[in-house]
Nanobody, 121 residues
Framework: QVQLVESGGGLVQTGDSLTLSCVAS????????LGWFRQAAGKEREFVAR??????YYGDSVKGRFTVSRDNAKNMISLEMNNLKPDDTAVYYC????????????????WGQGTEVTVSS
């Protein structure tokens, strides 16, 4: 079974950049679709991005600002976030799915514990 651990969160200012990382253990990630979600206080979990053999896909709110990438050799996925806004404040989760086009939270079976990102105005 895959275990996922995120890191890289923190407090930044509007317009700053931040890169999140997610390292997997227990099994190689190469066969999985990997995704990032976020959940702001009082809101539902929101799809951010995914990467699979079919390519990369982004949520509308982050398109053009965030870049997802994976390194199968290091068994990790990262999320580069640029031009951050206060609305990006949330706990960010990485997740793994066996579904190539997964984008709903219920399509991902394995989750990390989350890393918190706060963007001040």
């Amino acid at each position: 079974q895959v275990q996922l651990v995120e890191s890289g969160g923190g407090l930044v200012q509007t317009g700053d950049s931040l890169t999140l990382s997610c390292v997997a253990s227990g099994r190689a990630l190469s066969g999985y679709t990997l995704g990032w979600f976020r959940q702001a206080a009082g809101k539902e979990r929101e799809f951010v991005a995914r990467v699979s053999w079919s390519g990369k896909y982004y949520g509308d709110s982050v398109k053009g600002r965030f870049t997802v990438s994976r390194d199968n050799a290091k068994n990790m996925i990262s999320l580069e976030m640029n031009n951050l806004k206060p609305d990006d404040t949330a706990v960010y989760y990485c997740a793994a799915s066996i579904i190539v086009t997964a984008s709903r939270a219920d399509e991902f079976g394995t989750w990390g514990q989350g890393t918190e990102v706060t963007v001040s105005s």
